[in-house]
């Protein structure tokens, strides 16, 4: 398998950060924290999946078919100790990609997602593939309607450069993606996926964003309890993109997970 789109930054770094993004989005959605990370003296890869970015959309897309292209990215490219980062969909596939590349990885974060299509009510997965696969209202072009679901995921007090950027990036993805990725997440099966979240056994630090009815704290909750010795942080005031809603709040807690479990040098 060829290796999907990524960007390194800061080479020089002895620990590599991996940065897996959702359904909507793409590694350029990661700028603001590929910075502070690099700044901390992490390597930093952010990568494409399957479909996004430069790369292109495979003709049958799967939560298998993402895994193994990341897993080849960190054969190709792991450093001495390695975290992997899953946001929303990349964080239901993290676990997955962990158990291909078995002791390539020394901690996972997981964040802003429930692990797996049924850690949710009946009422929410309807709404979850309508909201992300229907038509554009009438007058509305495709990237317009994206935008406002990007929207309605983040908190209601959602603001500056950072949110400015995820809405830009993630509105930006192609309609056809979105909706292969939305088939991957119904035809992922719930036995491998609580399998797969079951096997980790590295240090793993799972966050959710208060006010997030996607990836939402309760299920989140429910996940971190399979995981031994998980720990799990909720960030206030944020929806689904902590990260850039609260990254004070966000990055106290990440940064103090990297200090434990892979320091920078």
Not at 202 to 222: F, I, N, W
Request: net charge neutral; charged share 20%; glycine share 10%.
């Amino acid at each position: 398998m060829s290796l999907p789109d990524y960007q390194v930054t800061n080479d020089a770094g002895k620990v590599t950060i991996y940065l897996q993004h959702g359904i909507y989005g793409a590694k350029e959605y990661w700028r603001f924290q590929v910075k502070r990370l690099a700044e901390r003296g992490y390597r930093v890869i952010a990568l494409d999946a399957p479909g996004y970015g430069l790369s292109p959309l495979p003709d049958n897309l799967s939560f298998d078919l993402i895994a193994e292209a990341s897993a080849s990215l960190v054969r190709a490219t792991a450093g001495e100790r390695n975290v992997y980062f899953g946001h929303s969909m990349g964080g239901q596939i993290t676990p997955r990609i962990l158990g291909k590349v078995p002791g390539k990885i020394h901690a996972a974060v997981i964040c802003a997602t429930i692990g797996y299509f049924g850690n949710r009510t009946k009422e929410d997965q309807e709404e979850f593939v309508a909201k992300r696969t229907a038509p554009p209202p009438a007058g509305t072009d495709p990237q317009t309607a994206q935008l406002m679901v990007v929207k309605s995921m983040m908190g209601p007090g959602a603001a500056g450069p950072e949110v400015d950027l995820v809405r830009e990036i993630a509105a930006a993805t192609p309609v056809k993606t979105v909706q292969a990725a939305v088939k991957a997440v119904q035809a992922y099966p719930e036995s491998e996926a609580i399998a797969n979240i079951k096997a980790i056994a590295v240090p793993a630090l799972l966050v959710a964003g208060e006010l997030d009815q996607t990836g939402h704290a309760p299920g989140m909750k429910r996940v971190a309890d399979m995981i031994k010795g998980a720990q799990f942080g909720v960030v206030s005031g944020s929806g689904h993109y902590p990260w850039a809603e609260n990254p004070a709040e966000f990055n106290q807690l990440f940064f103090s997970f990297l200090d434990r479990n892979a320091p920078a040098r």
